[in-house]
Protein backbone atom coordinates (compact mmCIF):
# COMPACT_ATOMS: atom_id res chain seq x y z
CA UNK A 1 0.00 0.00 0.00
CA UNK A 2 3.41 2.24 0.39
CA UNK A 3 3.54 2.87 -3.59
CA UNK A 4 0.08 3.37 -3.53
CA UNK A 5 0.11 5.97 -0.91
CA UNK A 6 2.99 7.76 -2.82
CA UNK A 7 1.05 7.66 -5.75
CA UNK A 8 -1.50 9.37 -4.93
CA UNK A 9 0.58 12.17 -2.70
CA UNK A 10 1.58 12.65 -6.04
CA UNK A 11 -0.71 14.61 -7.79
CA UNK A 12 0.71 14.88 -11.06
CA UNK A 13 1.23 10.95 -10.98
CA UNK A 14 -2.42 10.32 -9.29
CA UNK A 15 -3.83 11.93 -12.80
CA UNK A 16 -1.69 9.73 -14.92
CA UNK A 17 -3.68 6.52 -16.25
CA UNK A 18 -0.10 5.15 -17.31
CA UNK A 19 1.59 5.81 -13.51
CA UNK A 20 -1.69 3.71 -12.18
CA UNK A 21 -0.88 0.83 -15.11
CA UNK A 22 2.54 0.70 -13.58
CA UNK A 23 1.13 -0.03 -10.53
CA UNK A 24 -0.96 -2.94 -11.87
CA UNK A 25 1.33 -4.65 -13.54
CA UNK A 26 3.00 -5.36 -9.58
CA UNK A 27 3.14 -8.82 -9.27
CA UNK A 28 0.77 -8.50 -6.13
CA UNK A 29 -1.87 -7.08 -8.80
CA UNK A 30 -1.59 -9.89 -10.97
CA UNK A 31 -0.86 -12.94 -9.24
CA UNK A 32 -3.89 -14.99 -8.69
CA UNK A 33 -3.59 -15.06 -4.77
CA UNK A 34 -3.02 -11.35 -4.35
CA UNK A 35 -5.00 -9.61 -6.76
CA UNK A 36 -8.49 -9.77 -5.20
CA UNK A 37 -6.97 -9.00 -1.70
CA UNK A 38 -4.87 -5.86 -3.75
CA UNK A 39 -7.97 -4.81 -5.48
CA UNK A 40 -9.77 -4.79 -2.27
CA UNK A 41 -7.40 -3.05 -0.24
CA UNK A 42 -7.01 -0.03 -3.02
CA UNK A 43 -10.96 0.40 -3.23
CA UNK A 44 -10.51 0.68 0.70
CA UNK A 45 -7.78 3.20 0.26
CA UNK A 46 -10.34 5.14 -2.30
CA UNK A 47 -12.92 5.67 -0.27
CA UNK A 48 -11.06 7.87 1.88
CA UNK A 49 -8.96 9.31 -1.00
CA UNK A 50 -10.86 9.52 -3.61
CA UNK A 51 -10.05 12.71 -5.83
CA UNK A 52 -9.44 10.05 -8.67
CA UNK A 53 -9.74 11.05 -12.26
CA UNK A 54 -12.42 8.68 -13.82
CA UNK A 55 -10.00 7.37 -15.99
CA UNK A 56 -7.55 5.73 -13.22
CA UNK A 57 -10.49 4.44 -11.87
CA UNK A 58 -11.80 2.88 -15.14
CA UNK A 59 -8.29 1.17 -15.64
CA UNK A 60 -8.44 0.17 -11.83
CA UNK A 61 -11.89 -1.43 -12.75
CA UNK A 62 -11.12 -2.99 -15.81
CA UNK A 63 -7.98 -4.44 -13.99
CA UNK A 64 -10.13 -5.72 -10.87
CA UNK A 65 -13.60 -5.54 -12.00
CA UNK A 66 -15.15 -3.92 -9.06
CA UNK A 67 -18.14 -2.91 -11.04
CA UNK A 68 -18.46 -6.48 -12.48
CA UNK A 69 -18.87 -7.25 -9.02
CA UNK A 70 -20.89 -4.62 -7.73
CA UNK A 71 -23.63 -6.91 -5.55
CA UNK A 72 -20.57 -8.65 -4.51
CA UNK A 73 -18.36 -5.80 -3.37
CA UNK A 74 -21.78 -4.57 -1.66
CA UNK A 75 -21.23 -6.63 1.12
CA UNK A 76 -18.21 -4.88 2.18
CA UNK A 77 -17.81 -1.45 -0.05
CA UNK A 78 -20.83 1.01 0.24
CA UNK A 79 -23.09 0.82 -2.69
CA UNK A 80 -22.94 4.57 -2.97
CA UNK A 81 -19.26 4.70 -2.98
CA UNK A 82 -19.51 1.94 -5.81
CA UNK A 83 -21.72 4.32 -7.59
CA UNK A 84 -19.58 7.02 -7.48
CA UNK A 85 -17.01 5.37 -9.31
CA UNK A 86 -19.38 4.48 -11.89
CA UNK A 87 -20.75 7.81 -12.44
CA UNK A 88 -16.82 9.11 -12.36
CA UNK A 89 -15.93 6.37 -14.78
CA UNK A 90 -18.88 7.38 -17.52
CA UNK A 91 -18.52 10.89 -17.09
CA UNK A 92 -16.09 12.72 -14.43
CA UNK A 93 -16.55 16.09 -13.04
CA UNK A 94 -14.83 18.14 -12.10
CA UNK A 95 -12.60 17.48 -14.75
CA UNK A 96 -9.00 16.47 -13.31
CA UNK A 97 -7.84 17.43 -17.17
CA UNK A 98 -8.02 21.05 -16.48
CA UNK A 99 -5.91 21.16 -13.29
CA UNK A 100 -2.29 22.31 -13.02
CA UNK A 101 -0.52 19.33 -12.63
CA UNK A 102 1.80 21.45 -10.35
CA UNK A 103 -0.33 22.55 -7.62
CA UNK A 104 -1.93 20.13 -5.59
CA UNK A 105 -6.06 20.50 -5.80
CA UNK A 106 -7.32 18.53 -3.17
CA UNK A 107 -8.23 21.58 -0.85
CA UNK A 108 -9.91 22.98 -3.88
CA UNK A 109 -11.84 20.00 -4.77
CA UNK A 110 -12.83 19.30 -0.97
CA UNK A 111 -14.48 23.11 -1.16
CA UNK A 112 -16.10 22.33 -4.71
CA UNK A 113 -17.91 19.21 -3.51
CA UNK A 114 -19.25 21.25 -0.49
CA UNK A 115 -20.18 24.01 -1.76
CA UNK A 116 -22.51 21.76 -4.82
CA UNK A 117 -23.80 20.09 -1.91
CA UNK A 118 -24.79 23.33 -0.08
CA UNK A 119 -26.27 24.44 -2.94
CA UNK A 120 -27.54 21.07 -4.35
CA UNK A 121 -29.65 21.56 -0.92
CA UNK A 122 -30.63 24.91 -1.24
CA UNK A 123 -28.53 26.17 1.57
CA UNK A 124 -26.66 29.48 1.26
CA UNK A 125 -25.34 30.06 4.66
CA UNK A 126 -21.16 29.57 4.20
CA UNK A 127 -21.20 29.58 0.40
CA UNK A 128 -19.57 32.41 -0.17
CA UNK A 129 -17.20 31.98 2.27
CA UNK A 130 -15.86 28.03 0.51
CA UNK A 131 -15.82 29.95 -2.57
CA UNK A 132 -13.87 32.80 -1.13
CA UNK A 133 -11.52 30.40 -0.21
CA UNK A 134 -11.34 28.42 -3.35
CA UNK A 135 -10.31 31.57 -5.53
CA UNK A 136 -7.90 32.42 -3.14
CA UNK A 137 -6.30 28.61 -3.24
CA UNK A 138 -4.76 29.65 -6.05
CA UNK A 139 -5.87 26.71 -8.03
CA UNK A 140 -7.57 27.50 -11.74
CA UNK A 141 -10.51 25.80 -12.60
CA UNK A 142 -13.82 26.12 -14.73
CA UNK A 143 -15.85 24.31 -11.96
CA UNK A 144 -15.18 27.57 -9.85
CA UNK A 145 -17.27 29.45 -12.09
CA UNK A 146 -19.98 26.72 -12.17
CA UNK A 147 -20.23 26.78 -8.33
CA UNK A 148 -20.43 31.07 -8.45
CA UNK A 149 -22.69 31.12 -11.26
CA UNK A 150 -25.39 28.40 -8.96
CA UNK A 151 -24.58 30.71 -5.76
CA UNK A 152 -25.72 34.06 -7.72
CA UNK A 153 -28.37 31.85 -9.19
CA UNK A 154 -30.34 30.84 -5.62
CA UNK A 155 -29.67 33.96 -4.37
Known amino acids: MDRVESLYGDFSRRVSVQCWKELLGDDVCT ?3 TEDEAGARILVFLMDNWYVPGAV ?5 DHFGWLARKDEMAATIPVGFLDYIENQI ?4 PSFDLFDTDVNPDRFIY ?3 EVENLLNN ?13 EESGV ?3 CLLH ?3 GAVWRE
Open 111 to 113: LFY
Open 147 to 149: VMA
Open 90 to 93: LSEY
Open 140 to 142: SHP
Open 31 to 33: QLH
Open 57 to 61: LKALD
Open 122 to 134: DELDGVDDLIDEM
